[in-house]
């Protein structure tokens, strides 16, 4: 592909952004025009997750083409190895393309874990703060005054102003928000001030007929203020359920908050390729890390392989190479994020990367291979919120979750076993995740049927099952 052929990619990450707060995903919460813009004008996967629903591993997927198990990185304590992992900044380096990093790294700090293949990086520390942040340039640390969304888009810019535009680009721009705090740029801290947010119609879930997996979470909006993960004063003297309920408008207006920022910003980023007159030439995705539980099932946060947690948002904008409106329900991942940029960009991925390309799917195609089934893993047994390790499939129709009951260190060491346990839900029948159909009578070929659909992913990725529990 000749230098003037070759696109530029923009990739823009959010942290913890569900689906159900973009417009485009049919938000009843907020509306998102500058996102929209990018679905409307290109393609949005309606049927998109991520294979490990933590940032660091999340993060690890997106940036090799690889699953945790693959990378090594399975919690937020692993950190990147660039000696040992080929990252899609180098690779796109090595091509000749100039390079940038703008936000959450959150893959270590320090001599191979900062980011490596860009010409220019400029990383938050861990998870970053919201006010005046504090920030790792090309290896030295800078303050940085004003709101964190706005300051990462400036810096955006200012290296696209600065740029050589002879040569096309990889920008990344990487958001902390909404992650919680929750803290929200003081400019929008009046919107949703005047009516209430809607409860999820899961809000109220009791957890019956379920793994106890379930009832054992406290990842409860409920909970939120006894965490300090409610960004408002709390108030005395409410009721268990007025707690919940308060905990819930709180969290949810300054979420809703922060998402306005990162859409104002996206489309300050959307406006100068307009202004360049190189729209045409660039390929723009958003995406999230992974997804959130929004009120869903009285949650928030993620790690569960329920929906909410697992399906993240992918819009992309290419006019040259992708009809506007396009959208697609077949199954994708953020292993595909690098080989799809890699495949645009005209350069060979390496042979180890376990995603593919969904360039066919942006172009109104399905290969008769496409994959009807995904793998996701979760490794932090009881970390945060009392979540037990877990794995499973997801078909385009059903969900096989294993509590395997155990997690499994470096050397094989099992820490706090917990009892293994099943859950399988029929989507088509019960979206919501609601009933657990595993032991139900009739359902035992079907179970089968998943258990060794589950084994042969695990076979084709590489990954080591836990046999224990029927």
């Not at 929906?307 to 190479?321: D, N, T």
């Not at 390496?350 to 995603?355: C, E, I, S, V």
């Amino acid at each position: 592909m000749t230098e003037s052929l070759r696109p530029n990619f923009l990739l823009i990450m959010a942290d913890d952004h569900a689906p159900a707060a973009f417009s485009t995903y049919g938000s009843r919460l907020n509306r998102t025009p500058n996102l929209d813009r990018i679905a409307a004008e290109g393609l949005r996967l309606d049927r998109c997750f991520c294979t490990n629903a933590i940032c660091t591993p999340a993060r690890a997927s997106v940036h090799t083409g690889k699953y945790s198990h693959s990378t090594g990185i399975k919690t937020l304590n692993d950190v990147i190895d660039q000696t040992e992992e080929t990252t899609l900044g180098m690779l796109l380096h090595e091509a000749g393309y100039q390079t940038a990093f703008v936000g959450k790294w959150h893959l270590g700090h320090g001599g191979n874990s900062d980011p490596a293949g860009y010409d220019f990086w400029s990383v938050l520390p861990g998870q970053g703060r919201y006010y005046d942040p504090e920030m790792t340039e090309m290896g030295e640390p800078v303050v940085e005054k004003g709101y964190v969304t706005d300051v990462l888009t400036d810096k955006a810019l200012s290296w696209l102003s600065q740029r050589d535009k002879d040569r096309p680009f990889f920008l990344v721009c990487a958001h902390k928000a909404p992650h919680d705090p929750f803290q929200p740029n003081p400019k929008h801290v009046g919107l949703f001030a005047d009516h209430p947010i809607p409860e999820p119609a899961t809000f109220h879930d009791d957890y019956r007929n379920r793994a106890a997996a379930a009832r054992m979470a406290t990842e409860q909006v409920a909970l939120m203020h006894l965490k300090n993960h409610v960004p408002d004063a709390v108030p005395q003297g409410l009721s268990t359920e007025e707690q919940k309920a308060w905990n819930y408008q709180s969290y949810m207006r300054n979420y809703l908050r922060c998402v306005a920022s990162i859409d104002e910003n996206v489309g300050r980023l959307l406006d100068f390729l307009n202004d360049e007159q190189i729209a045409e030439d660039t390929v723009v995705i958003y995406s999230s890390d992974h997804g959130f539980f929004l009120g869903d099932h009285g949650w928030y946060d993620k790690r569960f392989m329920y929906e909410e947690s697992i399906r993240i948002p992918f819009l992309m904008r290419y006019p040259r190479g992708v009809q506007a409106g396009v959208t697609s329900e077949r199954i994708a991942l953020n292993v595909d994020f690098a080989p799809t940029i890699l495949d645009y960009a005209g350069v060979p991925e390496p042979q180890d990367m376990q995603g593919r390309s969904i360039r066919p799917l942006a172009e109104g195609r399905t290969p008769s291979d496409w994959r009807r089934s995904m793998y996701y893993r979760y490794w932090m047994h009881l970390a945060h919120f009392n979540i037990p390790a877990h794995y499973g499939i997801r078909t385009e129709r059903y969900k096989l979750i294993y509590y395997y009951g155990e997690a499994l260190g470096s050397a094989g060491a099992i820490d706090e076993p917990t009892e293994p346990e099943w859950e399988l839900f029929d989507l088509e029948n019960d979206p919501r995740e609601m009933h657990n159909i595993y032991h139900e009578p009739g359902n035992a070929g079907l179970v089968n049927e998943l258990k060794l659909e589950l084994e042969q992913l695990q076979r084709e990725l590489g990954d080591r099952p836990c046999d224990r529990g029927p």
